[in-house]
């Protein structure tokens, strides 16, 4: 099995910054694209930042020139660091990654893992 565990939300003023870490374990073969969702109550859960296994970065319209995703492939962990925070950012933020196992069949596969999510919330 495969845990993502996350760490470093809290409580920030408006223009504060965080640092997110989401470090993933278990029986893991290589790890593709690492994600950061959100969900703000009453509303959809939203893709924030992606990185892939290569450093190649994306984000949401929102969060640019704020926001930077990071990882470390050795450590199977992703980072986010924000700046910059508005009470707009305020949400559970979730890990999210594409995990590459082998099978009981030794085949390589790719399967799908969340984080438990942590609270950010920002005040105004």
């Known amino acids: 099995q495969v845990q993502l565990v996350e760490s470093g939300g809290g409580l920030v003023q408006a223009g504060g910054s965080l640092r997110l870490s989401c470090a993933a374990s278990?029986?893991?073969?290589?790890?593709?694209?690492m994600d950061w969702y959100r969900q703000a109550p009453g509303k959809q859960r939203e893709l924030v930042a992606a990185?892939?296994?290569?450093?190649?970065?994306n984000y949401a319209d929102s969060v640019k020139g704020r926001f930077t995703i990071s990882r470390d492939n050795a450590k199977n962990t992703v980072y986010l660091q924000m700046h910059s925070l508005k009470p707009e950012d305020t949400a559970v933020y979730y890990c999210h990654a594409s995990v590459v196992r082998l099978t009981t069949t030794a085949t390589l596969r790719n399967y799908s893992y969340w984080g438990q999510g942590t609270q950010v919330t920002v005040s105004s």
């Open positions: 990185i892939t296994r290569g450093g190649d970065a």
């Open positions: 278990g029986s893991i073969v290589s790890i593709n694209v």
